[in-house]
């Protein structure tokens, strides 16, 4: 059975208090607004290069990934594209995030792994998904209640003390800096993988990009793993599941004229 394709999103991602289609709900006592502060607040004090010629690549295929995203936003999660900033980190790592509130940020350490339109569609895809799914704000509450306990949590999302910071920290995929580096969680990886080859390829982009780059990732990283690699564990599953979604998101590419 086919299911239309709105109501398939809707399922993998109604704002996502629920994940009804799986049956999942989220731990999530973080508003987005406040997720979205904290994140402002680190991606200011990153070293960004913006003279970097690769930059207006990074934004426009960003750019393009949200628009298509903005369509199944129907929690209001993702800013509209005007207020989304982009920048390229002084940062060796491979590594690339998209925050909440609309900050993503691309390492030029990520570029060997990620050349093409393609590559990087591939990967903002996912991360966009992950702030349309609020995964953040799951991984902080999540954090918390494992840090703190479930009574000291209303205090700690009020007052971000350095002794909850690491939870905030590890929720953005931001941990390395602090020795935290928790991976997303194979329900969150699903979603952020199957919405992102649905965003990218209604983006216009080649949605093949995505099996390859993770399995050419994950083989790059070598004996000293990535923190990208860290914290999105590159495994058969992830392959297999893009390549089962992969006809539903040909069948969303735009029309050749
Ligand atoms: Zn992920």
């Known amino acids: 059975m086919r299911l239309p394709l709105c109501l398939l999103l809707g399922l993998l991602c109604a704002g996502c208090e629920t994940v009804p289609g799986t049956g999942r709900s989220q731990?999530?006592?973080?508003?987005?607004?406040?997720?979205?502060?904290?994140?402002?607040?680190?991606?200011?004090?990153?070293?960004?290069?913006?003279?970097?010629?690769?930059?207006?690549q990074v934004?426009?295929?960003g750019l393009s990934i949200v628009a298509a995203a903005r369509k199944e936003d129907r929690a209001g999660v993702l800013p509209p594209a005007a207020q989304w900033q982009f920048a390229v980190i002084d940062d060796k790592s491979p590594n690339a995030f998209a925050m909440p509130g609309g900050k993503i940020g691309f390492n030029v350490g990520?570029?060997?792994?990620?050349?093409t339109d393609d590559d990087i569609a591939v990967i903002l895809g996912h991360e966009v998904s992950h702030v349309l799914c609020q995964h953040s704000s799951e991984r902080i509450s999540q954090g918390l209640l494992v840090q703190m306990g479930a009574v000291a949590v209303d205090e700690a999302?009020?007052?971000?003390?350095?002794?909850?910071?690491q939870a905030w920290m590890a929720g953005f995929g931001l941990g390395s800096q602090f020795g935290v580096l928790l991976p997303f969680s194979r329900s969150h990886e699903s979603e952020a993988d199957h919405l992102g080859l649905i965003f990218m390829a209604r983006a216009g982009y080649?949605?093949?990009?995505?099996?390859?780059?993770?399995?050419?990732?994950?083989k790059a990283g070598g004996n000293k793993p990535a923190e990208f690699l860290s914290t999105h564990p590159a495994d058969e599953t992830r392959v297999r599941q893009l390549?089962?979604?992969?006809?539903?998101?040909?069948?969303?590419?735009?029309?050749q004229p």
């Open 59 to 61: 934004r426009r295929v």
């Open 27 to 56: 731990i999530n006592f973080v508003s987005n607004s406040e997720v979205a502060s904290m994140a402002a607040g680190e991606f200011a004090k990153m070293k960004k290069l913006p003279n970097d010629p690769r930059l207006a």
């Open 110 to 115: 990520m570029f060997p792994y990620a050349p």
């Open 157 to 165: 999302t009020k007052n971000k003390s350095a002794q909850t910071r």
């Open 243 to 255: 390549r089962q979604w992969m006809p539903e998101a040909k069948a969303q590419a735009p029309r």
């Open 206 to 218: 080649n949605p093949e990009a995505a099996p390859a780059f993770w399995q050419r990732f994950s």
